[in-house]
């Protein structure tokens, strides 16, 4: 009979558990100066190994680090290098992992869990919901000028990729809190990205934008020799982010200088950035893709939504939440502009923890999401009343994304 378990790995378990998530990618194991990075990245005493009598045959892990919430800031466990073994799968093994991974971080009083998934059908029945989405556009060089109205404020500085990896993290700590779904990247989450600037084709730039208070702005990017048109390249800015409107405008100032360049790829970037109504001529802008980006799991429903702030004026709304894994969430909230309590008070809407995690940071719709039944509406003489006041309290400036890969 074969017994499962499940536990925290130790050091010298965690390139075991790379080689068998990197097996479940397709990807052979790491050779050992990838390794010498890959393991900086995993942050110790939060590897989850799964084992079959004494093999290992599925991983999970995550990494500590904060999620910008709007009008504050919320710890959030960022959860990756999920895999089971191929001849595993489909027999509970992520489940079990997803249940202890959650149980530790409600353990640990971590009120959030988030992820990137690599598809979109595995995650839901853990609790995750798609709470932030990224644009990629392209953009045709020879037709985009940054408008002359446009507000500037410093300069620009390329810097080669070893010298990207001593600044960027202290220019990213400096716009990291700039957009609702950004995170704290911590030491952990350098290595990948370093990792990734290494591994792929085409020479890395960094461009920094030091306003008149000090770096604010950056974009990291690739030109990538394209030898279908002459040797010319394509420019895939891979990295982006602004804190003020001078930085955005000025960088692309700087970008769209960059000879031999036929046409950019802005890759992953927040839905409403005003790109097109930037430049001259709109339609130098093309939307290549919209796709899902953050996935949000409420592990603590009352500490995450008491870590954002609200709309609303006097509105209020009940809510029912129903969590199957962690029950202790499941039950009526009511939710107003000082904040989120439990209450005995009769429920206006009822949704799953999956729902509540799209809603969370305002990317969606309340009424979007009852029309495609996702939430339920238990009183329809009250809808229109209902669904406005969820509205004011949930809805936010700016579209959440969170442009961090992990
Ligand atoms: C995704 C993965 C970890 C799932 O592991 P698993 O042990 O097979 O998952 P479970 O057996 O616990 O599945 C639980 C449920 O989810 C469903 N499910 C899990 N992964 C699925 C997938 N990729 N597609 C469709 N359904 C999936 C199962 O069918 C099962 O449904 P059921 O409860 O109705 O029977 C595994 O398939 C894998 O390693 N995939 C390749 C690597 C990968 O994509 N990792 C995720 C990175 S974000």
Not at 249 to 264: C, K, N, P
Not at 270 to 281: C, G, I, Q, R
Not at 351 to 369: I, S
């Amino acid at each position: 009979m074969t017994d499962r378990s499940i536990r925290t790995l130790d050091a010298t378990e965690i390139r075991s558990a790379n080689t068998l998530f990197r097996a479940t990618l397709h990807e052979p194991p790491a050779a050992d100066d990838v390794w010498q990075r890959s393991q900086r990245t995993y942050q110790a005493g939060r590897t989850l190994g799964a084992f079959e009598n004494d093999t290992l045959i599925g991983t999970a892990r995550s990494i500590d680090t904060t999620l910008t919430v709007p009008g504050g800031a919320v710890p959030m466990a960022a959860v990756t290098g999920v895999g089971v073994r191929a001849d595993r799968t489909r027999r509970g093994v992520l489940t079990d992992l997803m249940a202890t991974q959650l149980t530790d971080c409600a353990e640990r009083g971590v009120p959030v869990a988030g992820l990137h998934a690599s598809e979109a059908v595995i995650y839901g029945r853990y609790g995750y919901g798609i709470a932030t989405h990224h644009r990629s556009r392209r953009v045709t060089r020879h037709r985009a000028e940054v408008r002359s109205s446009a507000p500037t404020d410093g300069e620009v500085e390329l810097y080669d990729l070893d010298t990207a990896l001593t600044l960027l993290p202290d220019v990213y700590a400096r716009v990291a809190h700039s957009r609702s779904g950004m995170l704290d990247r911590t030491e952990h989450f350098w290595p990948m990205w370093e990792g990734h600037f290494r591994k792929a084709s085409g020479l890395m730039r960094l461009a920094v934008h030091h306003g008149s208070d000090g770096p604010d702005g950056y974009a990291a990017y690739r030109a990538v020799t394209d030898n279908v048109v002459d040797d010319v390249a394509v420019m895939h800015i891979e990295d982006m982010a602004a804190a003020t409107p001078a930085a955005y405008a000025d960088l692309w100032r700087a970008l769209l200088r960059v000879d031999l360049i036929t046409r950019v790829e802005s890759l992953w970037q927040p839905l409403d950035v005003p790109l097109e109504a930037l430049l001259t001529d709109h339609r130098a802008v093309a939307t290549t893709g919209v796709e899902d980006d953050l996935w949000l799991r409420l592990v603590d429903v009352p500490a995450a939504l008491n870590a954002r702030t609200y709309g609303g004026g006097d509105d209020a709304v009940v809510l029912e939440v129903s969590d199957p894994v962690l029950k202790s969430n499941s039950g009526r909230y009511r939710l107003s502009a000082s904040g989120c309590s439990p209450t005995s008070e009769p429920a206006q809407l009822a949704l799953g923890v999956d729902t509540l995690g799209m809603l969370y940071l305002g990317g969606w719709r309340v009424a979007d999401l009852v029309a495609v039944g996702r939430i339920e509406i238990t009183d329809a003489s009250t809808a229109d009343d209902v669904l406005g006041a969820a509205h004011r309290l949930l809805v936010t400036d700016s579209s959440p994304w969170c442009g961090t890969f992990f």
